[in-house]
């Protein structure tokens, strides 16, 4: 039993730091009354309200301010001074773990030429011991000048000794030099390809630097791995970066049993301030796990693994998307399939079987088509069963195929930056009237799928307001072109919120409990500096986050 005293000094330490800080001691008790606020909900039957009383983390009450707080009267109270409030951001497709590693390496993202990314790779090697492996991500040669790939001689000047790889912004093909060719093997020339890779050779046969794909693993292999402490901090760093632009979840696309624990520990550890719905690394041991142990499910109320996450084809921008016909801009091409039909169709029996969802990585025609009609043969095989199986991207889709989404309840999971990111190219890639397929988000929706939104960071960047405005203007940054490209798919401001939110966590099982400010869910909410939903869209690019709480808890304050 406590001393009375120690009590007595308790309460007074207690009492003292709520009058010196009355937000902080709301956030330590999960308890409390936000009030003098503009939410929208995202909930059609109260879709805008003024206060929300949260009680262990949770929404108990929704009203005007003047009535919650006559009901509640003793209540602590959080002024909100008027602010526009959203429910928490979910990243409906990303890699975490990815963003944390590529915060730790050379970042090339928006590089306009060879010469720019040589000129940051130089800063960035100048800070790291002689002799490691130079790693950078995000380079697009489609933004070069030349708009043509790359090649070891590139980097060789500068880099003469040093291995260096980088990899392309959609994680789909890497850039060598020289001296990593040589670690490779004693003749690079005798490098063979592996299913659903490419390696881009001069005309002696010897590899030119660029790996497409599969092949890109017999680069990634000659890597000295991180170190576990390496890991936590780059898993850290990217936990920080999602909170402070308002994410509160992540479906994280491909996550191995190594990743998993990670994960675990750190939830722990009290260091895990985000959700995550991760996705097996599928067909791999990660798969194995679900297959043997079943679904993770709702681990320290920030964890779920549920899904398996596999590859059909590669990138649009890589030319690896596997096409129904060649590429309108290369002859001869149709891409790779990274994962042949028949054995895809046996995972995906197998997931069905076990109750794990199926979400598919499908960009080209052909590779959706293929995704559509196996998960249409396995789910008729398995009928009366809410699969919610998911098509990751849906870059590229035939008009025929759209209407099979919804007829099967088939998730289209994509990213709306990806569309203002490809659209000075992606009509080269395919033509003009494969294009009206590509990036139909509001087609998609008329038909009746269920659309959730992400942004797969780190090949986008993580902000979720570019993807908010990619949604509703199809326009980049400068607000060209001047009507939005192919402005009959933009969405809605409320159907863009939905696809971050409500249809985000329909997507991961989670509509019940998350998505939505409404009684009997988790208080995840984000508060900015403007109301996304009314300012002008350029506006909308200016948006901060003023604060995220996870669970009625605040786990990030602008400074």
Not at 31 to 53: C, D, G, Q, R, W
Not at 315 to 326: E, K, P, V, W, Y
Not at 483 to 504: C, V
Not at 505 to 528: C, M, P, R
Request: with cysteine.
């Amino acid at each position: 039993m406590k001393h009375p005293k120690k009590q007595i000094l308790h309460f007074l330490w207690l009492f003292l730091a709520f009058l010196i800080h009355p937000n902080l001691f709301a956030q330590q008790t999960g308890s409390f009354l936000l009030h003098n606020a503009h939410i929208y909900t995202v909930n059609t039957k109260h879709p805008e309200t003024e206060a929300m009383l949260i009680r262990g983390g949770k929404v108990v009450a929704v009203g005007r301010s003047a009535d919650l707080i006559r009901r509640f009267p003793k209540m602590r109270r959080v002024d909100a001074k008027g602010k526009t409030v959203i429910p928490g951001l979910i990243d409906a497709h990303a890699h975490l773990m990815g963003l944390g590693e590529s915060l730790m390496a050379a970042n090339l993202v928006g590089t306009q030429s060879k010469s720019e990314i040589i000129e940051r790779l130089k800063a960035f090697a100048a800070k790291q011991t002689e002799g490691e492996w130079i790693l950078g991500r995000g380079w697009d040669q489609n933004d070069w000048p030349e708009k043509q790939f790359p090649t070891a001689q590139d980097l060789d000047e500068a880099f003469p000794n040093r291995p260096v790889w980088l990899v392309r912004i959609d994680g789909h093909a890497g850039w060598a030099n020289t001296a990593a060719l040589r670690r490779l093997a004693e003749d690079p020339s005798k490098l063979t390809e592996p299913e659903g890779g490419k390696i881009y050779r001069d005309q002696k046969g010897w590899p030119n630097g660029i790996f497409i794909d599969n092949a890109m693993g017999l680069v990634d292999m000659r890597i000295p791995q991180p170190t576990e402490a390496m890991l936590n901090r780059a898993l850290q760093m990217a936990i920080q970066n999602c909170i402070s632009l308002g994410l509160t979840g992540v479906h994280d696309a491909g996550t191995s049993v190594e990743t998993l624990n990670r994960y675990k520990k750190a939830i722990d550890r009290n260091q895990f301030d985000i959700r995550v719905y991760a996705m097996a690394d599928g067909p791999l041991a990660a798969f194995e796990f679900l297959l043997r142990n079943g679904a993770v499910l709702d681990y320290g109320h920030k964890l779920t693994m549920r899904s398996v996450k596999m590859y059909m084809d590669g990138a649009l921008g890589s030319r690896g998307a596997a096409m129904l016909t060649d590429y309108s801009d290369d002859a001869g091409n149709r891409g790779l399939l990274l994962t042949q039909e028949t054995y895809f169709r046996e995972v995906v029996e197998k997931a069905v079987r076990a109750g794990i969802q199926v979400n598919t990585h499908a960009i080209g025609d052909r590779a959706n088509r293929i995704v559509l009609e196996v998960y249409e043969a396995i789910q008729k095989q398995y009928p009366g069963k809410d699969w919610r199986n998911r098509v990751e991207h849906a870059q590229i889709v035939a008009l025929s195929d759209i209407p099979r989404f919804s007829k099967n309840g088939i998730i289209a999971s994509m990213q709306p930056t990806h569309a203002t990111s490809d659209m000075p190219w992606a009509q080269d890639r395919v033509g003009i009237e494969r294009i009206k397929g590509g990036y139909v988000w509001q087609a998609l929706l008329k038909s009746n799928a269920k659309l959730a939104l992400g942004s797969d960071f780190p090949v986008e960047w993580v902000n979720p307001m570019l993807g908010f405005y990619a949604a509703i203007t199809r326009q980049d940054a400068e607000g060209n072109p001047a009507q939005g490209w192919f402005p009959d798919q933009k969405l809605s401001r409320m159907e863009a919120l939905r696809g971050f939110t409500l249809d985000a966590a329909y997507a991961a099982f989670q509509e019940n409990v998350l998505g939505s400010l409404e009684v009997g869910k988790w208080a995840d909410f984000v508060i900015l500096d403007r109301d996304i939903m009314t300012v002008s869209p350029k506006e909308v690019l200016k948006a901060k986050v003023l604060e995220t709480w996870i669970a009625g808890k605040r786990v990030y304050a602008a400074k």
